[in-house]
T-cell receptor, first 112, second 109 residues
Framework: DGGITQSPKYLFRKEGQNVTLSCEQN?????MYWYRQDPGQGLRLIYY???????QKGDIAEGYSVSREKKESFPLTVTSAQKNPTAFYLC???????????FGSGTRLTVV | QKEVEQDPGPLSVPEGAIVSLNCTYS??????FMWYRQYSRKGPELLMY??SSGNKEDGRFTAQVDKSSKYISLFIRDSQPSDSATYLC?????????WGAGTKLIIKP
């Protein structure tokens, strides 16, 4: 079955640590996205990539970094510069000339 | 002003009621409108999408777009407890989606 796999489902980070969230898709989609979701708020775009080896900052990119070395993969690193990283992180993909996103199941990151 | 406005709720209705969920948007150039459903601790899933104005029906769900008033709606008939979720509206802007805040819907048995 085609879809998007995010791992891990739950992640705990100590203050000052960098952590990397994994996102893999087998839908052959060109575009991939990372969103952050906080309680009572909508989806806020962190980074997006429309093609391999290229990515763009979204609305809240500070404290985050990404790479897109393969079409299937778009990992997100939450760096120690992100002051409030506790949130639900969602990865999505879409065809370049299509509409509608497919989402993964999310990773819940908690700072301890 | 946000580009897409949506009341976060929660909206609580009895089972079997007709539910109306709504969003407003600011840019008249938007053409594609979508509704996503998100269950707790899950990713959103595409429920319906419409192009330009008009209605689109899928089973108990009807999506409606009124471009003259920049208003989009999702109606759920014969609501079920399994419809309890957060419903997010989104509009397409150059293949990127602009999201509403999401409305939490609770269907009481």
């Amino acid at each position: 079955d085609g879809g998007i796999t995010q791992s891990p489902k739950y992640l705990f980070r100590k203050e000052g640590q960098n952590v990397t969230l994994s996102c893999e898709q087998n839908l052959n989609h060109d575009a991939m996205y990372w969103y952050r979701q906080d309680p009572g708020q909508g989806l806020r775009l962190i980074y997006y990539s429309q093609i391999v080896n290229d990515f763009q900052k979204g609305d809240i990119a500070e404290g985050y970094s990404v790479s897109r070395e393969k079409k299937e993969s778009f990992p997100l690193t939450v760096t120690s510069a992100q002051k409030n990283p506790t949130a639900f992180y969602l990865c999505a993909s879409s065809p370049r000339d299509g509409y509608g996103y497919t989402f993964g199941s999310g990773t819940r990151l908690t700072v301890v | 002003q946000k580009e897409v406005e949506q009341d976060p709720g929660p909206l609580s209705v009895p089972e079997g009621a007709i539910v109306s969920l709504n969003c407003t948007y600011s840019n008249s150039a938007f053409q594609y409108f979508m509704w996503y459903r998100q269950y707790s601790r899950k990713g959103p899933e595409l429920l319906m999408y419409t192009y330009s104005s008009g209605n689109k029906e899928d089973g108990r769900f009807t999506a409606q777009v009124d471009k003259s008033s920049k208003y989009i709606s999702l109606f759920i008939r014969d609501s079920q407890p399994s419809d309890s979720a957060t419903y997010l509206c989104a509009v397409d802007s150059n293949y990127q989606l602009i999201w509403g805040a999401g409305t939490k819907l609770i269907i009481k048995p």
